[in-house]
């Protein structure tokens, strides 16, 4: 830490500080809250996207195989029209069934080629005529007749196609409304919503969840750095009871002042340690340096006025001579 981490709290009243300490951990606390719920609504909205695509992947085999069905229906569909309309055109014209027409000719041929023994009961030339016309009516309704009757087997046989088609096409829908319902389930998301763009809509939504994600891991690394600054301001000026000022616990730090235990940590938390070091030791080389020198400097005068012709003399001595 520098000196000046704590320069903008110096000046600040020390309720100001915990009111403000206090707003940032309550901003913590709806950071971490936020973050859980937004991870756990990603989480809920990536097993969404999940389930929607496997379910989209099954409804899309399921609808190209409906489609294939759907494209057979209508063909045996037209095919079914088409020889219903033979046999209904037919039945319209010709009513009977060919069973009974070809009795109906049966008759009409053995009169035609019978002569009665009764020659009262030969027929005259109208009627003769009249029962050779009846006669290739018949034969024309009959050959009519057994073409609708052909045309109504086939119908017959169409119909059953389509049942049997039917009964597929209901298989896939139920198999789209399955996965549909599986992929939903346990979501406020309608069956109806299994599509791509639905899919696109929900990646859309995480991506705007990762943003907001990424925010919130920024903001709450501020904070918590500042709330950590806060939290040590306060930690190691409330020692006596008041306002710990870093610059006067170094003054007193220097001038070898007590310090009590707070105001210690004060002083190492905001690096003033070092920089007393620093300056002690340069003081320490300063001083030392001044006293060597003046020593040295009265050693020297000490050794000009040393007398090296013996011991000292008393005065005694000195008469004596």
């Not at 300490?21 to 936020?34: G, P």
């Not at 109906?104 to 053995?110: E, G, R």
């Not at 020692?239 to 070898?256: F, L, Q, T, W, Y």
């Amino acid at each position: 830490m520098s000196e000046g981490l704590f320069e903008d709290l110096e000046a600040l009243p020390h309720n100001e500080i915990e009111e403000a300490s206090a707003d940032l951990e309550r901003q913590l606390r709806s950071f971490e809250d936020e973050f859980k719920s937004l991870r756990e609504e990603r989480r809920t909205q990536v097993d969404l996207v999940k389930s929607l695509r496997s379910a989209v992947g099954d409804i899309e085999e399921a609808s190209s195989e409906r489609k294939a069905l759907l494209n057979q229906f209508h063909k045996v569909k037209k095919d079914a029209d088409k020889n219903r309309e033979i046999r209904d055109r037919v039945n319209r014209s010709i009513p009977p069934p060919a069973a009974v027409l070809e009795e109906w000719l049966a008759d009409t041929y053995t009169k035609l080629t019978t002569i009665d023994n009764d020659l009262t009961a030969v027929p005259t030339l109208n009627r003769e005529l009249d029962s050779f016309r009846r006669f290739f009516e018949l034969q024309a309704a009959v050959v009519r007749k057994r073409e609708a009757e052909d045309a109504h087997a086939v119908y017959v046989k169409e119909v059953d196609k389509l049942r049997k088609i039917t009964s597929e096409l209901d298989a896939t829908r139920k198999s789209q409304e399955t996965s549909a319902e599986s992929a939903t389930e346990g979501s406020e998301l309608s069956t109806d919503k299994v599509t791509r763009s639905e899919i696109r809509k929900i990646s859309k939504a995480i991506s705007a969840i990762d943003k907001r994600l990424d925010a919130i891991k920024s903001q709450r690394k501020d904070a918590r750095r500042e709330a950590g600054r806060l939290r040590s301001y306060l930690k190691i000026t409330g020692g006596r009871g008041s306002r710990i000022r870093i610059a006067d616990v170094k003054d007193r730090a220097s001038s070898g002042g007590s310090l009590n235990a707070n105001e210690l940590t004060a002083l190492l938390d905001s690096g003033g340690l070092s920089n007393l070091t620093s300056e002690s030791k340069k003081e320490s080389a300063e001083q030392a340096a001044s006293p060597k020198r003046g020593r040295g400097g009265k050693k020297g005068k000490r050794r000009l006025g040393v007398t090296r012709g013996g011991p000292r003399r008393g005065n005694s001595a000195t008469r004596r001579e």
